[in-house]
């Protein structure tokens, strides 16, 4: 994990209120995902097998675009497939950069907060897909050093 950039901080903090979300949150979740590192991918084959391999195999969309949605994506790992769902129509590969990255993720994480019903410990295991229970508590554990 590298040291948060102050001006990705500020960032980050910017975009959380323009969703109305915790800015210390949003900077948890950003150490937590990618260690502020805005270059931060990673595939997933269970997500691809699970989610994409349908929409390529009916041909509703090409290899490339399957493989992109198949990858987490910048600071807040955004999945590919996840973006799409939220109306995000851009280069997959953008949402490295930390505007576009945050805001897409903000925008996700704030839904998914919602349909928790303002839950935190259970938006925190929807956005990681409930394989770590620990996952939210890891999350808030570093929400009071964004405070």
């Given at each position: 994990m590298s040291t948060p950039v102050p001006a990705l901080v500020a960032q980050a903090k910017?975009?959380?209120?323009g969703h109305?979300?915790?800015?210390?949150?949003?900077?948890?979740?950003?150490?937590?995902?990618?260690?502020?590192?805005p270059w931060a991918i990673r595939y997933e084959?269970?997500?691809?097998?699970?989610?994409?391999?349908?929409?390529?195999?009916n041909n509703k969309i090409t290899a490339t675009e399957a493989y992109a949605r198949s990858f987490s994506w910048g600071l807040l790992q955004v999945m590919g497939q996840v973006a799409r769902e939220s109306g995000y129509s851009g280069p997959l590969s953008q949402?490295?950069?930390p505007a576009i990255g945050i805001y897409t993720g903000?925008?996700?994480?704030?839904?998914?907060l919602s349909d928790a019903k303002q839950?935190?410990?259970?938006?925190?295991?929807?956005?990681?897909?409930?394989?770590?229970t620990d996952y939210p508590q890891q999350v808030m554990n570093r929400i009071a050093k964004y405070q």
């Open positions: 910017e975009i959380a209120l109305s979300l915790d800015p210390a949150l949003v900077c948890a979740l950003i150490e937590q995902e990618s260690g502020w590192n084959p269970k997500f691809m097998i699970r989610y994409v391999a349908p929409l390529f195999t949402l490295c950069d903000c925008k996700v994480f704030a839904k998914k839950d935190l410990p259970t938006a925190l295991l929807h956005w990681n897909g409930g394989a770590q």
